[in-house]
C-alpha cells in the first residue's frame, strides 16, 4: 500500500488546516503521526477503516478530526484551534489490520511522506 500525504502548511495560532493522506489500496487502520524537531514520532490519531471508530491522543482531543473518504480510500485530519506545539511534520500511516495498539508507530508498515505544519504564535 502507497500512502500520499497532502496538505498542511501555514496557520496562525487558532487557525485551522487540514491534512489528507490517499491510499492505493484497502487498510484496516489509518493514522497520523507527528514528529516536532528534537522529538520523538508521536501518535495523533487514527481511524479504523471498516466502522470508522477514532482514537485520539489528549493533546489533540476536542481540536483535531480524523475522518475517511470511503470511495476515495483517503483519510483527512482537520485541525482546528491550532497551537504552536501542533507545529511538526506530520505522517500518515497504515496497516491492513487494526492493532489495539493503534497508538505504537512500530505497528504500522506503510507510511506516506510527511508534509509540514507550522504554527506561528
Known amino acids: 500500500v502507497q500512502l500520499q500525504a497532502s496538505g498542511g502548511g501555514l496557520a496562525q495560532a487558532g487557525g485551522s488546516l487540514r491534512v489528507s493522506c490517499a491510499a492505493s489500496g484497502r487498510t484496516g487502520v489509518m493514522a497520523w503521526f507527528r514528529q516536532a524537531r528534537g522529538k520523538e514520532r508521536a501518535f495523533v490519531a487514527a481511524i479504523r477503516w471498516g466502522d470508522g471508530n477514532t482514537r485520539y491522543a489528549d493533546s489533540v482531543k476536542g481540536r483535531f478530526t480524523i475522518s475517511r473518504e470511503r470511495a476515495k480510500l483517503t483519510v483527512n485530519l482537520q485541525m482546528n484551534n491550532l497551537k504552536p506545539e501542533d507545529t511538526a511534520v506530520y505522517y500518515c500511516?497504515?496497516?491492513?489490520?487494526?492493532?489495539?495498539?493503534?497508538?505504537?508507530?512500530?505497528?504500522?508498515?506503510?507510511w506516506g511522506q510527511g508534509t509540514l505544519v507550522t504554527v506561528s504564535s
Open positions: 500511516a497504515a496497516r491492513l489490520v487494526y492493532s489495539v495498539q493503534y497508538y505504537d508507530a512500530e505497528q504500522y508498515a506503510f
